[in-house]
């Protein structure tokens, strides 16, 4: 299984703050990683598709980036309703599998 | 806009078959380049994958859940349905239905469904 560790486990920031989320893979993933949002009680959204593509209606404020085994999520200018868990996801092999997430908190 | 809808027992017991569907509206289930999956998440813990059905006709399971896992699919219902054998406390979580598109990532998902296995 293709293992996927995500750092930091969790965040404090502010609104206004640039926050980058790293997501690191066991295994070369040819840049198939995604990236979620999830809010409590709400299914996982997706933001970011294939390292860096925008998911249609997402805000431009996030992007995505990276390559081999290293990716990372940005969040430009945190907006109060970024304040979420967001996950990644590899989807280059069975099983699939997703990061344990991190939690980002207003300071 | 597609829509997908989870149901199922919110309640089963150890040793039972925990068994749910999903039913896509606003779009066929024998779409190309799709992916259907099912995927779990214990109460305040990660995002696990359960296993997936390709419009091919193919599945794919999670080699941790395999032995006891079929996901199917019923076009004439646009439909897809996962069950679950011979379930523990362990397998108590809120269930997700999805849709993946081959190159992207799951971009539609049910609302998900609590089950609880307790005697």
């Known amino acids: 299984d293709i293992q996927v560790t995500q750092s930091p486990y969790s965040l404090s920031a502010s609104v206004g703050d640039r926050v980058t989320i790293t997501c690191r893979a066991s295994q070369i993933l040819n840049n198939y990683l995604n990236w979620y949002q999830q809010k409590p009680g709400k299914a996982p959204k997706l933001l970011i598709y294939?390292?860096?593509n925008l998911q249609s209606g997402v805000p431009s404020r996030f992007s995505g980036s990276g390559s081999g085994t290293e990716f990372t999520l940005t969040i430009s200018s945190l907006q109060p309703e970024d304040f979420a868990t967001y996950y990644c996801?590899?989807?280059?092999?069975?099983?699939?599998?997703f990061g344990q997430g991190t939690r980002l908190e207003i300071k | 806009q597609l829509q997908l809808q989870e149901s199922g027992p919110g309640l089963v017991k150890p040793s039972e078959t925990l068994s749910f569907t999903c039913t896509v509206s606003g779009g066929p289930i024998n779409s190309g380049s799709t992916y259907w999956d099912w995927i779990r998440q214990p109460s305040g813990k990660g995002l696990e994958w359960i296993g997936s059905f390709h419009y091919t006709g193919s599945t794919y399971y999670n080699p941790s859940l395999k032995s006891r896992v079929t996901i199917s699919v019923d076009t004439s219902k646009n439909q897809f349905s996962l069950k679950l054998t011979s379930v523990t406390v362990e397998d108590t979580a809120v269930y997700f239905c999805a849709r993946r598109k081959e190159a992207a990532g799951t971009d539609y998902w049910g609302q998900g469904t609590l089950v609880t296995v307790s005697s």
């Open positions: 996801q590899q989807n280059y092999r069975v099983p699939i599998t």
């Open positions: 294939t390292t860096s």
